[in-house]
């Protein structure tokens, strides 16, 4: 018995220590890093026995000594087989699995692959956009990536700004399931027509400079490709409930089915957003819907995807910039601005908000309450539709084309305007700073000393509107097709040949959007109509179009060849594009129409990846672009006259880089100099004789050059520290001497000027050039997380005038530089299955943003008045004290609550 129960023990020993090591790991996304939960891992021996990855794709196994084949499978992928030796110590193996759908991914996203493409990227996994981005407009969440600096400007919903490597957003390339969005006339993106599509993005990848897309797209910074989830997502469903401090709500619901028979499959997703902000006054209300449907064939996938973002919305402008002693007086005081250039108010917070204020309409009811009026608001709608088909030709061939439209309706309110188009002069209140509207709607509707709301002239019995609040409309019809073709030459070589084309027309007007108390507006804005037969022809009203009317027409058609090499060692990519844009632009109310007049662009980029080792690569991008100019620059102001001075612009890039990866470190690190020719820019001036402000369009010459870094370190399996960083010198590069300049006075004549200026060494504004930020995400347990984030910002110039940069002698003064900063934030959240239902999970998620609520300028204008400026004489010292500014925003707390299965 006793030797029994010896043998037992030394048995159960041997099988203790057999079972004594690990192999861990996690399985991810080929080409998007997205962890996969609940992969499959099993011993191919034994398929019975194994485990499954957890909601961060990680997975644990426990084995004995020895040499193990494991079989890793996940829906939409091929099984992947691993074999791992385990000898004396635990064993990390991370599994990249690629998707069936990879290859159309690749194809028609343009996605950069890790070690095979020769630029810099970062992908931003769809988990990180849901712990980080907490409520705040998508561009927000790529702070993180070095070299982009993101605001919320003014700070209304939908409102934000990206720059990437200093490049504004309008030379930032937007792509959305491989269909550019930026706008066709001044290529900036308008985030707030894409509000909700954070909640179905399969992945978001961030390429710094000249990028991989195919396409001609003005990614001269870079580009940003959102990719939605299609068929090869699994069926899952979520709801989601968030709301900050200010009372800010927004509601997301999501559903995929992923594969159904017939190899069908559907996306839908719905959200609404409502509340105020942490500006005063600033309201919003916005919805969106998705909906995607996937039918895969024996050789074909077809897509057909229907999105849009109904929304309304408070802003600030430029204009609503103020002083800093106006935001805050502390502050201002710290930057030793002297109180004597204070305005008559001051303190009054750094959400403070002039851009709205109180009325009571009492022309048919003398006890009307008050009600707020908002003279900067934005309305939007801009669905899109788009029908892809992938086609799988042979084993050598595939082909993609995509059919796309999108219908723009909308526009906003910036502010009273009087007549003859000028500008409303307001008296604002001493205490709160606000504007008076009333004397405005009494003046429309009352009998004053001097004036009567009645006017023989137009009529007898109707009251005639003096002061009213227009809108700016800017409706589109944007259509296109995209078509590739990809052809495998062998294993190695693949080329890609296809064309992009589009038709675009945008109206824009100012229609009267309220007539404050009035019944009509007096405009003569419109040549084709002779006011003198009949003065009551200029009586307009509520949605008639005054002011401008015009409409501009694009059409594009451009065409690439592309050649790609790679080998487990070495790959090189080339890439040849040529452009052609015709542009016209008919102007209603002046009666009369530009000619086509056509537009030849071309590209040139290409470079090479070398993988050293498993750990390390190395590799060497550079290019050409001779661009053509958007179309707002190829003519004169919103006149039909072309701009002779809009030529192509033209930049030339190069870039290397370097990364060094194990399974405990990572760490990138790029540089770069890209040369940009011939940007266009309006420059003018002040006559002092005449008074009359003369300007032109002219191209500029700048240098971008820098160095970016960011590092992951996994010391151990629960903790993750994250870090990047960017060194940038962007400057300026022109000088011109009699440049001439115009003045058109309205009725058909043009005088001109002449002018000197010098930009040469002047900093560009607008972006941080020194960035340094570091991240420590911690998982205590399963489900659970925690992170605190850090980010410094300095070296950020305030915009500029560059006809207002130069002393007498012509040299160049620098713009004021903003004060530095750092902000932190901290989030957390836990995942949990319900107890009595496992198959539902519950998802907590709190942030606080701003931890420690810094005070600090986000946004700021050099040498600039604000039209409510109490002191007119402010000395233009390139300071603090001639700046306007924006504050960023307080520190903000939002809690989440959601549902997924």
């Known amino acids: 018995m006793k030797f029994l129960q010896l043998l037992l023990l030394v048995f159960l020993s041997g099988f203790a220590m057999g079972q004594n090591y690990t192999i861990s790991g996690t399985v991810t996304d080929e080409a998007t890093g997205e962890p996969l939960p609940g992969a499959n891992i099993v011993f191919a021996d034994n398929p019975g026995k194994g485990t499954a990855a957890d ?266 910039m103020q002083r800093i002693s106006v935001f805050d007086k502390d502050y201002a005081e710290d930057l030793d601005i002297n109180p004597e250039y204070f305005p008559e108010y001051e303190d009054m917070g750094i959400g403070f908000n002039q851009s709205y204020g109180y009325i009571r309409r009492t022309r048919y009811n003398e006890n009307a309450e008050e009600e707020k009026l908002n003279l900067n608001t934005n309305e939007y709608f801009k669905p899109m539709f788009y029908l892809k088909d992938y086609w799988v030709i042979n084993e050598q061939l595939e082909a993609y084309g995509i059919g796309y439209l999108s219908l723009g309706n909308g526009g906003g309110t910036g502010g009273l305007r009087g007549q003859n188009n000028t500008s409303v002069t307001l008296d604002y209140d001493d205490e709160t700073g606000l504007p008076h509207l009333q004397p405005l709607y009494d003046d429309n509707t009352q009998e004053g000393l001097w004036t009567s709301p009645v006017d023989p002239t137009y009529s007898d019995t109707e009251y005639r509107s003096r002061a009213i609040l227009p809108i700016n409309m800017n409706n589109h019809i944007w259509y296109g097709a995209l078509a590739n073709l990809t052809y495998k030459y062998s294993d190695e070589m693949v080329m890609d040949a296809g064309f992009d084309v589009r038709k675009y027309e945008g109206s824009h007007y100012s229609e009267i959007s309220d007539l404050l108390g009035g019944d009509y507006f007096v405009s003569r804005d419109d040549d084709r109509i002779d006011y003198s037969v009949d003065p009551k022809l200029a009586m307009v009203r509520e949605g008639d179009k005054i002011n401008f009317y015009n409409k501009g027409h694009a059409e594009w058609a451009g065409t690439y060849l592309q050649g790609e090499y790679s080998t487990p060692v070495f790959s090189a990519l080339l890439n040849i594009t040529g452009s052609t844009v015709n542009y016209k632009r008919e102007d209603f109310f002046g009666d009369t129409a530009s000619d086509w007049r056509n537009f030849k662009g071309w590209t040139v980029k290409g470079g090479f990846n070398y993988n050293f080792s498993e750990s390390m690569n190395a590799f060497v991008n550079m290019g050409y672009y001779n661009k053509v100019q958007m179309l707002n620059y190829v003519f004169n102001g919103y006149t039909v006259n072309f701009n002779e001075n809009a030529d192509n612009e033209r930049i030339k890039s190069i870039e290397v880089g370097y990364q060094y990866k194990s399974k405990i470190i990572s760490v990138r690190v790029n540089g770069y100099l890209t040369r940009w020719e011939n940007t266009m820019k309006r420059l003018g001036q002040r006559d002092e004789l005449d008074g009359n402000y003369y300007s032109t369009y002219v191209g500029l010459d700048a240098n971008h050059m820098g160095v970016e870094v960011d590092y992951t370190l996994k010391p151990i399996k629960q903790l993750e520290i994250t870090g990047w960083g960017s060194l940038g010198d962007w400057t300026w590069d022109s000088k011109f001497e009699d440049l001439t300049i115009y003045y058109n006075d309205g009725f058909g004549n043009e005088r001109e000027a002449t002018m000197d200026f010098n930009v040469k060494g002047l900093y560009v504004s607008d972006a941080a050039q020194t960035q340094f930020g570091t991240q420590i995400r911690y998982m205590p347990m399963k489900g659970m997380y925690a992170s605190i984030q850090g980010a410094y910002n300095a070296r950020y110039y305030a915009d500029f005038d560059p006809a207002d940069v130069n002393n007498p002698e012509g040299d160049v003064i620098q713009s004021w530089q903003v004060p530095e900063y750092t902000l932190f934030d901290f989030h957390a959240g836990y995942k949990f299955d319900l107890p009595w239902y496992e198959k539902i999970k519950m998802n907590i998620n709190f942030s606080v943003l701003n931890i420690f609520d810094t005070k600090y300028i986000s946004d700021a204008e050099n040498n600039a008045t604000p039209s409510t400026d109490a002191v007119a004489q402010v000395p233009q010292n390139f300071d603090a004290a001639a700046a306007t500014v924006f504050f960023g925003p307080p520190r903000i707390f939002r809690i989440s609550l959601g549902a997924s299965f």
């Open 55 to 320: 909601f961060d794709g990680k997975f644990s196994l426990k084995v004995n000594q020895g040499v193990h084949k494991l079989i890793v499978s996940f829906v939409g992928y091929p099984g992947k087989n691993i074999t791992v030796e385990v000898s004396h110590k635990d064993v990390t193996v991370d599994v990249a699995m690629k998707s069936r759908m990879l290859q159309e991914v690749e194809v028609v996203s343009d996605v950069a692959i890790d070690r095979k493409t020769p630029i810099a990227f970062m992908n931003i996994k769809p988990t990180k956009i849901e712990e980080e981005l907490a409520g705040r407009d998508l561009p927000m969440i790529l702070n993180t990536t070095p070299g982009v600096y993101a605001t919320q400007k003014g700070g209304g919903e939908g409102d934000a700004e990206i720059r990437m490597r200093g490049f504004g957003g309008e030379f930032i390339g937007v792509l959305l399931d491989g269909i550019p969005v930026n706008d066709m006339e001044n290529g900036t993106v308008y985030w707030s027509n894409w509000f909700g599509i954070n909640s179905i993005s399969r992945s978001m990848q961030v390429q710094r400079g000249l990028g991989s897309s195919k396409l001609a797209i003005p990614s001269v910074g870079g580009t940003v490709n959102i990719m939605t989830q299609g068929i090869e997502s699994k069926l899952s469903g979520s709801v989601k409930q968030s709301i900050d401090e200010f009372g800010k709500s927004t509601t997301n619901v999501g559903f995929n089915s992923g594969k159904l028979p017939g190899n069908w499959s559907f996306t839908m997703a719905g959200s609404y957003k409502t509340g105020k902000s942490w500006v005063d006054g600033m309201e919003s209300e916005a919805y969106f819907y998705f909906m995607k449907v996937n039918k895969r064939f024996k050789n074909h996938t077809l897509s057909l995807t229907a999105y849009g973002a109904p929304q309304w919305h408070v802003t600030r402008s430029r204009y609503d």
